[in-house]
DNA sequence: CCCTGATTCGC
DNA sequence: GCGAATCAGG
């Protein structure tokens, strides 16, 4: 298989959106799960959580000035694995894993990186900083908006190939299952979801009825539906 | 064991 | 450019 635009397409939105490579793999179909990683990497694509790179160190104390860096790494492998004895493996590692890895809701932004407002624009809505959402989305597919949505039936779908920055990309549902979509809202002007979704995401949840749209909610009429 | 992403390197 | 093999952490 080829990385056709809109494999391309398809493979960035996943990424972007929070999918592991393997599902990305998974969904774009006859490509392995490296073959999503390489070409992510090829395209630029940031590394999002990865389990490797949890350690990050700057000052890099190197106390050791003799460092002798090896020939070469891999220039040949075969029967060269290091012995490794190991003998005794004392702790168990029985991890009880009910769930597969499916964010149903994948919060892009924790409280500590909320939109950083770096200026504000006419009218008063803010402005983020571009490396807070994806400029870049040349693909404006030609679809028909839908300009409010009041019944919560799925009729109009928004696919994962009909996301575009001018619509609410807040997933509904699992990714995978037939009915997955995204809200498909007209987003609310700086932020990659809706004015409802936006609610969602970067505030807390008010527990009881005390409605209040405090904090960072600066367009025009907050609709509360 | 399973999973994850990162990296390398032959093609 | 591509992706299997490998690495490395959870």
């Not at 860096?69 to 891999?74: I, Q, R, S």
């Not at 029985?94 to 597969?100: E, W």
């Not at 404006?140 to 009729?155: F, M």
């Not at 979801?193 to 960072?216: N, W």
């Amino acid at each position: 298989m080829s990385w056709t635009d809109e494999r391309i397409a398809t493979l960035k939105k996943m990424w972007e959106g929070g999918s592991t490579a393997s599902q990305i793999a998974d969904e774009l179909g006859g490509v392995s799960r490296n073959a999503v990683i390489g070409k992510a990497h090829r395209l630029g694509l940031k590394s999002r959580p990865s389990p490797v790179k949890a350690n990050e160190k700057k000052p890099a104390p190197k106390p050791k000035p003799a460092a002798p860096k090896p020939a070469a790494k891999k220039v040949a492998k075969p029967a060269a694995k290091t012995p490794a004895p190991a003998p005794a493996k004392p702790a168990a590692a029985t991890a009880p894993k009910a769930d597969a890895a499916i964010p149903s809701q994948p919060l892009p932004n924790k409280n500590a990186d909320l939109p950083k407002i770096v200026s504000v624009g006419p009218g008063g809505f803010l402005r983020q900083g571009p490396g807070d959402q994806q400029a870049p989305i040349p693909p404006a597919p030609p679809r028909r908006l839908v300009p409010a949505k009041p019944s919560p039936e799925i009729a109009d779908k928004t696919s994962l190939l009909d996301l575009s920055d001018k619509v609410c990309r807040w997933p509904m549902g699992h990714p995978g299952e037939p009915d997955f979509h995204f809200c498909g809202e007209a987003v609310n002007p700086g932020f990659p979801y809706c004015v409802e979704h936006c609610g969602r995401a970067y505030q807390a949840q008010l527990p009881r009825g005390a409605r209040r749209p405090p904090p960072p909610l600066p367009f025009g009429g907050p609709r509360v539906r």
